[in-house]
């Protein structure tokens, strides 16, 4: 998925830091003497640029153009730089190594199918270097866990730093056998004048349970798989960690 200009305002509003626990379980398991690692589908930057910060050397990449804008300024206004690609990461290729990848808050889930997920780790797999370590933080959304009977409408807002709002209408479908949820988003912002932007989006995300996150990584040539307490607490649903390690 590839969030545009107002999904990429109504997430930085929604969810605008990373919280110190959240950090911290990163800091404690990256490397930092193994060169640089990747936030893959870092968004806007919302741990990345808390990890420069704290002396980290971090590449990211991700496919929307809108979040790599927004974390470009994000870097700017801590008076930092790092590489940022906009690429598919089923698609992952840079002209740099890793000692290891990283993809939060179960951003690893919005790659639609096991299809692309495979490829997904193929290619993050080409790019790292020992200790050529992987990190998921995985959700199983609380709609995976208890399927709703009708498609499940949500309305959310935030505020803008400039007093506009953006308003989000979300309609989610449930695929239990495929393990698949479907989202239809509409964003719209206002002013007092009324609406003056509107943004569709439609997104699929794969959730994954413990056993078939081993038997993907696993088939995709890591070994030492250790399921782990999530790097961050999320509402309703259940999160955990995943560290493993690329064979050679």
């Given amino acids: ?10 997430h930085d509003a929604a969810h605008p830091h990373a919280d110190a626990s ?3 379980w990163y800091d404690a398991r ?10 893959a589908m870092c968004g806007s930057g919302r741990l990345l640029v808390p990890l420069a910060q704290r002396g980290m050397h971090v590449h990211g990449v991700d496919d929307s153009a809108a979040m790599l ?3 470009r300024a994000r870097l700017a206004d801590v008076a930092l730089d790092a590489p940022l690609f906009r690429q598919n990461l089923a698609e992952l290729n840079v ?20 299809t692309s997920a495979r490829s997904a780790l193929a290619r993050i797999k080409a790019h790292l270097v020992p200790p050529a370590l992987l990190l998921l933080d ?11 009977g009708a498609p499940l409408v949500e309305v959310r807002a935030v505020k803008l730093g400039d007093g506009a709002r953006i308003t989000l209408r979300s ?25 003056i932007a509107r943004e569709d989006e439609s997104v699929t995300t794969t959730w994954y349970d413990e056993d078939r996150i081993r038997a993907l990584l696993e088939a995709a040539a890591f070994d030492d798989v250790a399921i782990e307490p999530s790097a961050c607490a999320r509402e309703g649903g259940r999160a955990f960690g995943v560290r493993a390690c690329a064979r050679r």
């Fill in 1 to 10: 998925m590839a969030y545009g200009p107002l999904g990429t305002q109504f």
């Fill in 22 to 24: 959240e950090l911290a």
């Fill in 30 to 39: 990256l490397p930092r003497d193994a060169g640089p690692v990747l936030d």
């Fill in 69 to 71: 804008d927004a974390c």
């Fill in 95 to 114: 002209p740099f190594r890793y000692g290891a990848v990283f993809l939060s808050a179960g951003s690893f889930e919005h790659l639609a199918s096991e």
């Fill in 138 to 148: 995985l959700w199983i959304p609380d709609v995976a866990l208890h399927p709703p």
């Fill in 171 to 195: 309609e989610t479908r449930v695929d239990d056998h495929a393990h698949r949820v479907n989202t239809a988003m509409r964003y719209e912002k206002r002013e007092r004048a009324g609406t």
